[in-house]
């Protein structure tokens, strides 16, 4: 088994775990005994179950970004913000652990930030409307949910469109 599997196995593992348990219910020795693998063997790549936790957001976030259609930037961004939304390790990881989104919100920028820049930089052209637009999408994904009295998730995804037409258009 090669160590880009093994690794997925772990990842799947993890991702199993967090959805049952939620992240801080989680032990290395939850995910070791799913994965079939031995604690050591998960220590030798993540000390605590936050770094593994960390790459797990990663993988499945960059999934969700990778399979967007980059040649329509409104309609990608839209779309990319209803899949993290409905993503079930999304939804486990806001209501159960928000903490975790805390260092992403507000002191660094994650590898998945820098993949989903890296797609709106190619798409748009410019790293400031870039950085301007995963902004206004990280707003939509984070706080829409609290501002569905009167409107519904698709009207306001709709407003994101009209928003993201006229900045880019």
């Not at 690794?7 to 070791?32: F, K, M, Q």
């Not at 390790?89 to 260092?103: C, F, G, H, N």
């Not at 052209?125 to 706080?143: M, T, W």
């Amino acid at each position: 088994m090669t160590s880009i599997r093994h690794n997925e196995g772990v990842l799947d593992a993890a991702r199993d775990c967090v959805l049952a348990y939620g992240v801080r219910r989680t032990t290395l020795t939850d995910v070791a005994r799913r994965a079939g693998v031995s604690r050591m063997t998960l220590y030798r790549r993540w000390p605590d179950v936050r770094t593994l936790v960390a790459d797990l957001m990663t993988r499945e976030w960059i999934r969700v970004v990778e399979g967007l259609d980059m040649s329509d930037p409104v309609r990608a961004v839209v779309a990319g913000v209803r899949g993290l939304r409905a993503h079930p390790l999304w939804r486990k990881i806001v209501e159960a652990d928000p903490e975790l989104l805390m260092p992403y919100l507000l002191d660094r920028r994650g590898a998945s930030h820098e993949a989903v820049l890296a797609l709106l930089e190619q798409a748009v052209g410019d790293p400031r409307k870039a950085r301007a637009v995963l902004l206004v999408a990280q707003s939509f994904l984070l706080s829409a949910p609290t501002m569905l009295d009167p409107v519904t998730l698709e009207e306001l995804d709709a407003e994101l469109a009209v928003l993201l037409e006229a900045y880019l258009g």
